[in-house]
């Protein structure tokens, strides 16, 4: 059996940069086994599958350890590997997710992800976070991640996390952001439990993000970064219950799995 396989650079212009992810186009479900040994092969912090249905495709992600719910950014892989290598010629792409119904549209070379907005709680800040993070936020909010705020761009990129101290925390994953100082807000986004020390761009923490933000700073559209090694921009508007994210990306490869 060979199966395609794409590896784009999401949300950002630059190819080595953003946060790359596989895709790999299906005419049907394989063993779902099969799928994680793949994206443990790949070994990128997500592997997406796709397969058609009618006028949508059913769409599932996968890190090197889990199968998730929900994955930003290769969502948008998916939809620029759909709009600019296998021909889809509609302007909305209908995925069908664990997550509900998400869709993808492309204008220009910005793709645009229609996601469920996931607003966070505000919560006593548990020890293990702080602990974890080597400093004391000033406040935390929980969704399906932790959320932290810190002062300064500056602090959030000072953090250097004890991840065997996260991975026990009760959450998929820790976003920490703040004010940004050329942009709305920035983040970085740690999920020791799901396998990945530190996502380079994560859109999905943007679902939570966004509403956050929205809250402090009294507005519906951000310009925001996450500050990883590899960087990525992103575009963000609160929609009511929706939050859109748009981004750019770069085909890095090509080619075929030999099963």
């Not at 784009?8 to 940069?17: C, E, K, M, P, R």
């Not at 599958?49 to 950014?73: A, M, Q, S």
């Not at 004890?162 to 100082?181: C, H, P, Q, S, V």
Request: with cysteine; proline share 5%; hydrophobic share 40%.
């Amino acid at each position: 059996m060979k199966i395609p396989i794409y590896q784009v650079d999401a949300f950002t212009s630059n190819l080595f940069g953003g946060n790359p992810a596989a895709v790999c186009p299906l005419a049907e479900w394989i063993d779902p086994g099969l799928m994680q040994s793949i994206a443990a092969e790949n070994n990128l912090s997500e592997t997406a599958f796709f397969v058609k249905k009618n006028d949508f495709y059913e769409l599932r992600w996968f890190t090197p350890e889990i199968e998730v719910d929900l994955c930003g950014h290769a969502t948008l892989a998916s939809g620029h590997v759909l709009f600019n290598h296998l021909g889809y010629a509609e302007k909305e792409i209908r995925f069908e997710t664990k997550s509900g119904r998400l869709t993808v549209k492309q204008s220009g070379d910005l793709i645009s992800l229609n996601f469920p907005a996931n607003p966070p709680v505000k919560v006593d800040t548990p020890d293990r976070l702080t602990e974890g993070l080597g400093k004391k936020s000033l406040e935390v909010c929980k969704s399906r991640d932790y959320l932290a705020l810190f002062e300064t761009e500056k602090d959030v990129l000072s953090i250097q996390p004890n991840f065997k101290i996260l991975e026990k925390l009760d959450a998929l994953g820790i976003i920490i952001t703040a004010r940004g100082d050329t942009s709305d807000f920035v983040s970085r986004f740690f999920a020791p439990a799901a396998g990945i020390d530190e996502d380079p761009v994560t859109g999905s923490a943007h679902t939570t993000l966004v509403p956050f933000w929205a809250n402090k700073l009294n507005k519906t559209q951000f310009h925001a970064f996450q500050i990883s090694k590899r960087g990525g921009e992103l575009f963000c508007q609160l929609a009511g219950d929706r939050v859109l994210i748009s981004g750019k990306a770069k085909t890095y490869l090509t080619g075929e799995i030999e099963i």
